[in-house]
């Protein structure tokens, strides 16, 4: 057979090895079969070594997805104190929901706040906008109650009144207290407008018919008009009770008034007592709601709030040569028992032709409150057109007289009485002349009384009186004995409701009496029991969270 040329596959023989044994011949009369190639299977030995750095890479990932994916806006709040907030810990909420972390607490560079950074979820991605508000929700203690308790157990938090703007916003000045309405509170605002604050301050509750129904959330002074705007909210769905017609007047602390109608105490509630309040009630009639923002007049109490409409007043002026101690701002001018006016200023003027000091007084009257009169004089003047103080000038023409009366003995509190006394008429400016007053014509009286009563021979009365004694006495002793002993028995009787009259004087109007004593001390309780009220407030404001722990037992003594 010839020779087989070497197989590509079997590598060449060393140089001095044996030479490989040749093939055997096939048998005779078989196929030639293929040789099988052999080859080797490759390993691969992973190390354990590297499982470490692919499960950090693997998490590096994951971090990589959620801060591009999960991850909100970080945004800086200012505020003036970081009291209660932690880095890491304080959570940023909305409804009691957490949208956020605080991530650093710094101060400005000024040093005059602090700047928190917060990170915000992604799903509240929408809060970092223009209009949204943060404040450090606290335990707090105001007029409008105790706010923030839970915060005693799970630390402060910054809570969030989320905004409707669409421009965004990556730093904020945070409120130092909690708004008094959130953005979509149900209820409804309306304005307020007065001259005095009065003791209402913002958080005051508002009352319909002693029911607490909002509160004032806020008041300006307008320069320009120099009145208060007070801004109260009404809770729904009692804005419906506010119509266009509805009277507001304030009703804080104790409403006590003295006057010619005698003694008047109004109260709402303790607590419109202790930190003010407003008060509304409806006219009879049909009512609208009001609409929001809509403006009101806020009047002191509630017999000026529910009197009749006035119109337009009528200023009058009036001169008093007398002596108008007791007549004061806003004392009322009376026409025949019905209040038409209020008296505005008092000024004390010199004529120098008499050489007398009259009194200017200056008021405002509402003649729409004469009602019929008012229009039977305004048709009867022989310028109807002239208004309201036409109406007035006729009944000056028919004679009314202003004059000063007593209206509290009691207090020697006066008013102006409009009335018909004389016919004289001052032509010109509308003033009302003036009648010397009730106590004005009873002193010539007293005079002349008093210069009788100097003239009665008191000497020779007191003479004949105690002749009148003697005779008595001597007749007595001539009394039998029957007269004389029931005398004694009356005597008897007379002294003993004397010495009864004493005791009582001791036991009631005495300073050192029993019920004297018993009234000074009860007041003495009182006064101790404001002062043990007031100790526990400020306690209760710098350790609120001695309401769920207890007070601290005391410091104790060292020993020397």
């Not at 509630?302 to 119109?311: K, N, T, V």
């Not at 007035?392 to 018909?420: C, H, I």
């Not at 009182?526 to 207890?550: E, F, K, M, N």
Request: glycine fraction near 8%.
């Amino acid at each position: 057979m010839p020779d087989e040329p070497p197989d590509p596959a079997q590598p060449p023989a060393a140089p001095g090895a044996a030479a490989p044994e040749p093939p055997r011949p096939a048998p005779a009369g078989a196929e030639e079969l293929p040789q099988p190639r052999i080859v080797e299977a490759r390993r691969w030995n992973v190390s354990l070594v590297w499982l470490l750095p692919a499960v950090a890479v693997a998490i590096g990932a994951s971090l990589l997805v959620r801060s591009v994916f999960l991850v909100g806006p970080r945004i800086d709040i200012e505020f003036a104190s970081a009291e209660g907030v932690e880095a890491g810990k304080t959570d940023v909420r909305y409804k009691e929901v957490v949208i956020g972390k605080v991530q650093s607490v710094k101060l400005r560079d000024d040093r005059k706040g602090v700047v928190v950074g917060v990170r915000l979820d992604r799903s509240a991605a929408s809060f970092a906008v223009e209009d949204t508000a943060f404040w450090v929700v606290r335990t707090r203690i105001g007029v409008g109650g105790v706010t923030g308790l839970g915060t005693l157990l799970s630390g402060a938090y910054i809570g969030t009144d989320a905004g409707v703007s669409t421009a965004a916003r990556a730093e904020f000045k945070g409120l130092e207290a909690p708004p008094f309405v959130l953005r979509g509170e149900p209820g409804r605002i309306f304005v307020l407008r007065s001259f005095d604050l009065g003791s209402l301050d913002v958080g005051s509750p508002v009352f319909y018919r002693r029911t607490h129904v909002g509160r004032v959330v806020g008041y300006t002074l307008d320069a320009e008009r120099d009145e208060l705007a007070v801004r109260v909210f009404i809770e729904a769905p009692y804005q419906q009770l506010v119509g266009e017609n509805t009277r507001f007047w304030n009703a804080s602390g104790i409403d006590l008034t003295i006057n010619a109608s005698g003694l008047t105490l109004n109260t709402q509630t303790l607590a419109s007592v202790l930190a003010g309040g407003i008060a509304f009630e409806n006219p009879a009639g049909p009512r609208k709601p009001a609409a929001e923002n809509a403006v009101f007049t806020l009047f002191n109490d509630r017999s000026g709030a529910m009197a009749l409409p006035d119109g337009l007043p009528v200023r009058v002026r009036m001169v008093f040569d007398s002596s108008v101690r007791g007549l004061s701002e806003g004392a009322a001018i009376d026409f025949l028992g019905i209040e038409i006016g209020r008296v505005t200023s008092i000024a004390l003027q010199y004529d120098p032709a008499r050489k007398r000091f009259p009194v200017e007084v200056f008021a405002d009257v509402f003649p729409q409150r004469l009602g019929a009169v008012r229009t039977a004089l305004l048709q009867t003047s022989p310028t109807p057109s002239g208004g309201d103080a036409v109406a007035l000038q006729q009944l000056v023409a028919q004679g009314v007289r202003a004059q000063l009366r007593t209206g509290n003995l009691l207090t020697g509190q006066l008013y102006v009485a409009f009335d018909f006394i004389g016919k004289e008429l001052n032509e010109g400016t509308l003033t009302v002349p003036t009648a010397r007053g009730t106590l004005s014509e009873i002193q010539p009286q007293i005079a002349e009384i008093v210069e009788k009563v100097s003239k009665i021979p008191f000497d020779e009365i007191g003479k004949d009186l105690r002749s009148t004694l003697a005779s008595a006495n001597a007749a007595i002793g001539r009394l039998t004995p029957e007269a004389q002993t029931a005398l004694s028995e009356v005597q008897k009787t007379l002294a003993r409701a004397q010495a009864s009259l004493d005791n009582l004087d001791r036991n009631v109007t005495d300073p050192g009496a029993p019920v004297q004593q018993n009234l000074q001390d009860t007041l003495l309780e009182l006064q101790r029991t404001a002062r043990a009220l007031r100790v526990l407030a400020d306690y209760l404001q710098q350790h609120p969270d001695s309401i769920l722990r207890g007070k601290p037992a005391d410091a104790p003594i060292p020993q020397r």
